[in-house]
């Protein structure tokens, strides 16, 4: 059992504080663990008056006692303590040494005063040993100790309750109930002579004390009723700091965790000789003790291995629950603290606790943080997923972004709250704010993709819709191409249009924004129009050159002019320049807006019949006499001029040159034909003839059967001749009807004589060779017209508004069918 009560040298003979000794005193006894409930008894008396002999047998400790036999020196050293073994509650037991001490000399009661202050600092109940014989009497031992405790105890500024225990030691016959009253008196005489600090000058003493008074037997001399005594009074320690016990009125107990430290505090500023302000040091005692009950709960936090193991994992990905194992966490550190400092000062407490939970916090807020980035950028994701799959899935743009959105806002908004941890309010408002702005930024970026996707397919699908047309209406211009185009823009611009606003109907666009697209749209629709115009406009001279040789080359029926000398080529030239000078009036200016112009009248009255031109201030164009010398047509703005007034001089006479040269080679071709076709000898020839062929021709006459002989050969050479259709074919050129006669010419005389043969044996009539003549002319126009009903019906949708094509347009797909594939219709006035 005394092995139990560990008794520990707390200060020294020198008055060092044993720290070290106290901390081990401390863990061995485990007194940290009991809170408030431990109770401090301490001893103070004359040196050699059994105080050691007395704590020994009251709490089973393990002083050290004097041997009787070596007569009555000091033995307790300095201070100590030790623990009341089988006492509840907790009980320490502090032996201090004795006053009055010879090996300290008489004058040195500092070391005295200071543990008598001490003890009075930490104990809750004080024993003080007396001797019997002392009482009552003027010069007895314990008057100066008396006089030391009360004095001291006006340094603590706050009264603690102390119970003052007077042990009566070697009671003598006195009855016990004489000497407490002698005693009591002694005590309140010592109490009035102490001098006393003006707040406490009439303060009774039993504001400062509780004081108690009990009588022991000799133990040397009557050591059985001494036990028996001591047993009696050790039941007083039971229970003492309860209600009505010994110590049931004590105050400012520090707790026991912090008793180390105040302890030694505690004699660091009585050694220092200061004033010991009690309530200040249970104040410091708290501050410090709650410091490192928190410092030590913060350290196990910060190397807790669920934490760590949480930081880690949200360092790659958000950890799931991932708040309440935080939050578990925190509890489970700041629990812990409320326990350890649940007997210190409430606001000491409370502040230290604030401050361990916000640093704990702030450990846990970066960490806290990356889980809500995941979070978001999770949300964010899934967000672009659902977008895809609901657009893919074909719902309208703006109710894939609003249920998708939704969506996310409510994943992200789940999660956080999963997130979130009990001991801290952390707002995650902002993070949620980001993620709708980076969901709104990414579905305008989707919108805007999707919007310039869609716009693109509608400009291909206009640009594919407009090109060849308005290129095939430009080919064969005329009066109406433009009203034309205007027809063909609207339609497939109002297609387009109709489309296209179907198609982004779902982005549930502004008005504003729609109105711009759709204007955007029609305004491509006749940029279309106006660069194929533009492109068109640079290639005119050699569309009207086409054009003129088309003309001049075909009669009205399409067929290929035969320049016989009968066709009138100034008439002829005339209708063809003045088709080309149609399809340069044509090309002159953009006319999308149905404006009238008067570009035409200009042009024909400036370039082909100055007879009916029309007065220049009707024309309003030119300064001078020539209203082509200008930059700009009247009523036509610059920006829709494809060819200017001095472009068209410039073009019109650069066409009349390379075109002279068709009029010249169809006049040559003419006179040609007038020439072969004067094959009769002349008149002079023929008189010459018959005078000097006079007698052969009398020869015949008298000789009937060489004139039946000749007879039957002209008639044959006849036959041939119109067989074979000799004038006409020379008419196409020498050397290619000498190549074309003698292929036909064996075959046709074959042919003839199989007739004769065949006509002859069926007896019928010879037939007459006109009639040869007229079928072989029959059989060449079926030919002609098997070619001609081969021609294509060029006729195209009245909607575009183009006529038959003309007769030489018709006849000129024939002769050039590389022309024929990207015409598309002609046009006339
Ligand atoms: N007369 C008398 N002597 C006692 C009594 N109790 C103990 N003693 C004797 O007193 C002597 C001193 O005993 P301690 O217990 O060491 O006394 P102490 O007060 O602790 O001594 P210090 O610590 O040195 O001041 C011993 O020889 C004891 O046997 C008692 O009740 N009466």
Same mark, same amino acid.
Request: net charge negative; proline share 4%; charged share 25%.
């Given at each position: 059992?005394?092995?139990?009560?560990?008794?520990?040298?707390?200060?020294?003979?020198?008055?060092?504080?044993?720290?070290?000794?106290?901390?081990?005193?401390?863990?061995?006894?485990k007194?940290?663990?009991?809170?408030?409930?431990?109770?401090?008894?301490?001893?103070?008396?004359?040196?050699?008056?059994?105080?050691?002999?007395?704590?020994?047998?009251?709490?089973?400790?393990?002083?050290?006692?004097?041997?009787?036999?070596?007569?009555?020196?000091?033995?307790?050293?300095?201070?100590?303590?030790?623990?009341?073994?089988?006492?509840?509650?907790f009980?320490i037991?502090?032996?201090?040494?004795?006053?009055?001490?010879?090996?300290?000399?008489?004058?040195?009661?500092?070391f005295e005063?200071?543990?008598?202050?001490?003890?009075?600092?930490?104990?809750?109940?004080?024993?003080?040993?007396?001797?019997?014989?002392?009482?009552?009497?003027?010069?007895?031992?314990?008057?100066?100790?008396?006089?030391t405790?009360?004095?001291?105890?006006?340094?603590?500024?706050?009264?603690?309750?102390?119970?003052?225990?007077?042990?009566i030691?070697?009671?003598?016959?006195t009855?016990f109930?004489?000497?407490?009253?002698?005693?009591?008196?002694?005590?309140?005489?010592?109490?009035?002579?102490?001098p006393?600090?003006?707040a406490?000058?009439?303060?009774?003493?039993?504001?400062?004390?509780?004081?108690?008074?009990?009588?022991l037997?000799?133990?040397?001399?009557?050591?059985?009723?001494?036990?028996?005594?001591?047993?009696?009074l050790?039941?007083?320690?039971?229970?003492?700091?309860?209600?009505?016990?010994?110590?049931?009125?004590?105050?400012g107990?520090?707790p026991?965790s912090?008793?180390?430290?105040?302890?030694e505090?505690?004699?660091?500023?009585?050694?220092?000789?200061?004033?010991l302000d009690?309530?200040?040091?249970?104040?410091?005692v708290?501050?410090?003790?709650?410091?490192?009950?928190?410092?030590?709960?913060?350290?196990?936090?910060?190397?807790?291995k669920?934490?760590?193991?949480?930081?880690?994992a949200v360092?790659?990905?958000?950890?799931?629950?991932?708040?309440?194992?935080?939050?578990?966490?925190?509890?489970?550190?700041?629990?812990?603290?409320?326990?350890?400092?649940?007997?210190?000062?409430?606001?000491?407490?409370?502040?230290?606790?604030?401050?361990?939970?916000s640093?704990?916090?702030?450990?846990?807020?970066?960490v806290?943080?990356?889980?809500?980035?995941?979070?978001?950028?999770?949300?964010l994701?899934?967000?672009?997923t659902?977008?895809?799959?609901?657009?893919?899935?074909?719902?309208?743009?703006?109710?894939?972004v609003?249920?998708?959105?939704?969506?996310?806002?409510?994943?992200?908004?789940?999660?956080?709250?999963?997130?979130?941890?009990?001991?801290?309010?952390?707002?995650?408002?902002?993070?949620?704010?980001?993620?709708?702005?980076?969901?709104?930024?990414?579905?305008?970026?989707?919108?805007?993709?999707?919007?310039?996707?869609?716009?693109?397919?509608?400009k291909?699908?206009?640009?594919?819709?407009?090109?060849?047309?308005?290129?095939?209406?430009?080919?064969?211009?005329?009066?109406?191409?433009?009203?034309?185009?205007?027809?063909?823009?609207?339609r497939?611009?109002?297609?387009?249009?109709?489309?296209?606003?179907?198609?982004?109907?779902?982005?549930?666009?502004?008005?504003?924004?729609?109105?711009?697209?759709?204007r955007? +749209?029609?305004?491509?629709?006749?940029?279309?129009?106006?660069?194929k115009?533009?492109?068109e406009?640079?290639k005119?001279?050699?569309r009207?050159?086409?054009?003129?040789?088309t003309?001049?080359n075909h009669?009205?029926?399409?067929?290929?002019?035969?320049?016989?000398?009968k066709?009138?080529i100034?008439a002829?030239?005339?209708?063809?320049?003045?088709?080309?000078?149609?399809?340069?009036?044509?090309?002159?200016?953009?006319?999308?807006?149905?404006?009238?112009?008067?570009?035409?009248?200009?042009?024909?009255?400036?370039?082909?019949?100055?007879?009916?031109?029309?007065?220049?201030?009707?024309?309003?164009?030119?300064?001078?006499?020539?209203?082509?010398?200008?930059?700009?047509?009247?009523?036509?703005?610059?920006?829709?001029?494809?060819?200017?007034?001095?472009?068209?001089?410039?073009?019109?006479?650069?066409?009349?040159?390379?075109?002279?040269?068709?009029?010249?080679?169809?006049?040559?071709?003419?006179?040609?034909y007038?020439?072969?076709n004067?094959?009769?000898?002349?008149?002079?020839?023929?008189?010459?003839? +018959?005078?000097?062929?006079?007698?052969?021709?009398?020869?015949?006459?008298?000789?009937?059967?060489? +004139?039946?002989?000749?007879?039957?050969?002209?008639?044959?050479?006849?036959?041939?001749?119109?067989?074979?259709?000799?004038?006409?074919?020379?008419?196409?050129?020498?050397?290619?009807?000498?190549?074309?006669?003698?292929?036909?010419?064996?075959?046709?005389?074959?042919?003839?004589?199989?007739r004769?043969?065949?006509?002859?044996?069926?007896?019928?009539?010879?037939?007459?060779?006109?009639?040869?003549?007229?079928?072989?002319?029959?059989?060449?126009?079926?030919?002609?017209?098997?070619?001609?009903?081969?021609?294509?019906?060029?006729?195209v949708?009245?909607?575009?508004?183009?006529?038959?094509?003309?007769?030489?347009?018709?006849?000129?797909?024939?002769?050039?069918?590389?022309?024929?594939?990207?015409?598309?219709?002609?046009?006339?006035d």
């Open positions: 059992m005394a092995e139990d009560s560990c008794a520990t040298q707390l200060i020294d003979g020198n008055g060092e504080f044993n720290a070290a000794e106290l901390q081990k005193f401390v863990n061995t006894v007194l940290h663990q009991c809170g408030l409930s431990y109770a401090v008894v301490a001893i103070v008396g004359p040196q050699s008056s059994g105080k050691s002999t007395l704590l020994n047998h009251l709490f089973r400790t393990n002083f050290r006692e004097m041997n009787a036999l070596n007569g009555r020196s000091q033995t307790t050293k300095g201070i100590w303590i030790a623990k009341a073994v089988g006492i509840e509650p009980t037991v502090i032996d201090l040494e004795g006053t009055d001490s010879r090996e300290r000399g008489e004058d040195d009661a500092t005063k200071q543990s008598a202050l001490f003890a009075l600092a930490v104990a809750d109940i004080v024993l003080i040993n007396i001797w019997c014989h002392d009482i009552g009497r003027e010069q007895a031992a314990n008057k100066p100790l008396l006089k405790v009360f004095q001291v105890m006006m340094r603590l500024f706050s009264p603690r309750k102390t119970t003052l225990l007077f042990v030691r070697d009671k003598t016959k009855p109930n004489i000497l407490e009253p002698i005693l009591r008196e002694d005590i309140q005489k010592i109490w009035e002579t102490v006393k600090p003006q406490y000058k009439d303060t009774p003493l039993s504001e400062f004390f509780h004081v108690e008074v009990v009588a037997s000799s133990y040397e001399e009557n050591e059985k009723q001494f036990k028996v005594e001591v047993f009696q050790r039941q007083k320690f039971f229970h003492s700091i309860s209600p009505g016990g010994l110590a049931g009125d004590r105050r107990v520090v026991a912090g008793f180390s430290f105040s302890a505090q505690i004699w660091k500023i009585i050694k220092e000789n200061k004033d009690l309530p200040a040091h249970k104040v410091m708290a501050t410090v003790r709650c410091e490192e009950i928190a410092y030590e709960k913060f350290s196990r936090l910060a190397s807790d669920e934490w760590m193991a949480l930081e880690q360092q790659s990905d958000a950890v799931p629950g991932f708040g309440k194992r935080i939050s578990s966490i925190l509890e489970k550190y700041l629990s812990e603290y409320d326990m350890e400092s649940v007997y210190f000062e409430e606001g000491v407490r409370n502040a230290k606790r604030e401050h361990l939970e640093k704990a916090l702030q450990l846990v807020h970066p806290y943080i990356s889980m809500l980035g995941h979070l978001r950028s999770r949300a994701e899934s967000f672009k659902r977008l895809e799959q609901s657009l893919g899935g074909g719902e309208g743009f703006a109710a894939s609003r249920s998708c959105s939704q969506s996310s806002m409510l994943e992200f908004d789940q999660g956080s709250s999963d997130a979130a941890i009990q001991q801290a309010s952390w707002d995650a408002s902002k993070v949620r704010e980001k993620l709708r702005r980076d969901i709104e930024a990414h579905a305008s970026l989707v919108r805007s993709e999707k919007l310039s996707e869609l716009i693109a397919n509608y291909k699908q206009i640009s594919a819709a407009l090109t060849e047309p308005v290129e095939s209406l430009f080919e064969s211009g005329g009066k109406d191409t433009w009203a034309s185009i205007r027809r063909l823009l609207k497939e611009s109002d297609v387009a249009v109709s489309a296209f606003s179907s198609a982004i109907a779902g982005f549930e666009l502004d008005q504003a924004i729609f109105e711009e697209m759709i955007s +749209l029609k305004e491509y629709s006749r940029s279309v129009v106006e660069r115009a533009r492109e406009a640079s005119v001279l050699v009207m050159k086409d054009r003129f040789v003309v001049f009669d009205k029926d399409s067929l290929p002019r035969v320049w016989t000398g066709e009138d100034r002829i030239t005339n209708e063809a320049r003045s088709e080309s000078l149609k399809l340069l009036s044509t090309m002159a200016a953009i006319r999308l807006d149905q404006k009238a112009d008067k570009i035409e009248n200009v042009l024909f009255s400036t370039l082909m019949d100055r007879t009916v031109a029309i007065p220049s201030q009707n024309t309003g164009i030119g300064v001078s006499g020539d209203p082509l010398v200008s930059r700009t047509w009247e009523k036509v703005p610059p920006e829709k001029t494809l060819i200017t007034p001095v472009q068209c001089k410039s073009i019109w006479r650069q066409f009349i040159a390379e075109t002279e040269y068709t009029v010249t080679q169809a006049i040559s071709a003419q006179e040609a007038k020439r072969r004067s094959w009769l000898p002349p008149t002079w020839a023929i008189v010459a003839m +018959l005078i000097l062929g006079l007698n052969e021709l009398m020869f015949l006459l008298r000789n009937p059967l060489y +004139l039946l002989v000749l007879f039957i050969t002209y008639l044959l050479g006849k036959a041939i001749w119109v067989q074979i259709d000799i004038p006409g074919e020379f008419g196409n050129g020498t050397l290619s009807k000498l190549s074309s006669l003698s292929t036909r010419f064996l075959p046709t005389v074959i042919n003839l004589v199989r004769l043969a065949s006509e002859s044996e069926e007896s019928s009539a010879p037939m007459p060779p006109q009639w040869l003549a007229s079928q072989s002319f029959r059989n060449q126009i079926q030919k002609s017209d098997s070619v001609a009903s081969s021609i294509p019906d060029s006729s949708s009245t909607e575009t508004g183009v006529e038959h094509i003309s007769p030489q347009l018709k006849h000129r797909r024939v002769t050039n069918p590389e022309q024929e594939e990207t015409s598309c219709s002609g046009t006339h």
